[in-house]
């Protein structure tokens, strides 16, 4: 009667090891090409938005001023990710999986909504 529980809490194990490491992957890829994509974002398309405001003398929005100044940031989205997995207990899987998505999803849309916000004041200005 022993062995049939033996093998369920070793499959148990198995199981629980085999959804920790999937969610470090899933967390280390959607961190990495949330800060692949944002660090493009910041160095090669926002430079040309910022220009023509900047020759002109006119005010960048606050939120555009902070994007360009911190988009690196995003790179600790996956050092974060293997922190939570390495540290983070029984969920670690899941704790790693829901952090490595922050950077997809709310340093995109900041991105985004940032990158936005200097084609609306270039506008406004003309």
Not at 22 to 41: D, E, K, N, Y
Not at 71 to 100: D, E, Q, S
Request: proline share 6%.
């Amino acid at each position: 009667m022993s062995r049939p529980r033996a093998r369920t809490a070793r499959t148990a194990g198995n199981v629980q090891r085999a959804g920790g490491l999937a969610g470090l992957i899933l967390g280390l890829a959607s961190s990495g090409v949330a800060a692949l994509l944002i660090t493009l974002m910041g160095a090669v398309i926002l430079p040309p938005l910022m220009g023509p405001m900047q020759a002109a003398g006119a005010a960048l929005p606050w939120l555009t001023r902070a994007f360009a100044g911190g988009y690196l940031l995003v790179w600790l989205g996956p050092l974060l990710v293997v922190l939570a997995w390495r540290f983070g207990g029984p969920l670690r899987g899941v704790v790693a999986t829901l952090i490595g998505l922050a950077p997809m999803l709310l340093g995109g849309a900041f991105a985004v909504l940032a990158m936005y916000l200097a084609v609306f004041a270039q506008a406004a200005a003309i």
